[in-house]
Nanobody
């Protein structure tokens, strides 16, 4: 099993930045793929970004391209989401997810991920 713990959420004004962290409990093949999803109040959980162990596959939702950057430090078993130029629409609970294998075209689908964190709240005030 892998435990994922998110941190770094908070309240920020529109146009500001936050960096989220996702620490995995173990350095394992189980976290080959790491991703971020988010869920706004009253909405379904949606894909934000994902990356693989060696960054050979990195993808972003259209809504965050050019503003968010996903990265990982394999030595620290940690993934990051740098969020810049934040908008009120970015408000929600951000979840970290991981999976042992690359799901290909289904990397945007939350059902492709085996492990999930508890989430961290991000609130962007306009």
């Amino acid at each position: 099993q892998v435990q994922l713990v998110e941190s770094g959420g908070g309240l920020v004004q529109a146009g500001g930045s936050l960096r989220l962290s996702c620490a995995a409990s173990t350095r394992s093949w189980r976290t080959t793929v790491m991703a971020w999803f988010r869920q706004a109040p009253g909405k379904e959980r949606e894909f934000v970004a994902q990356t693989t162990w060696s960054d050979e596959h990195t993808n972003y939702a259209d809504s965050v391209k050019g503003r968010f950057t996903i990265s990982r430090d394999n030595a620290k078993n940690t993934a990051y989401l740098q969020m810049d130029s934040l908008k009120s629409d970015d408000t929600g609970v951000y979840y970290c997810a991981a999976n042992p294998t690359w799901p290909g075209s289904k990397c945007y689908d939350r059902s492709s991920y085996s492990y999930w964190g508890q989430g961290t709240q991000v609130t962007v005030s306009s």
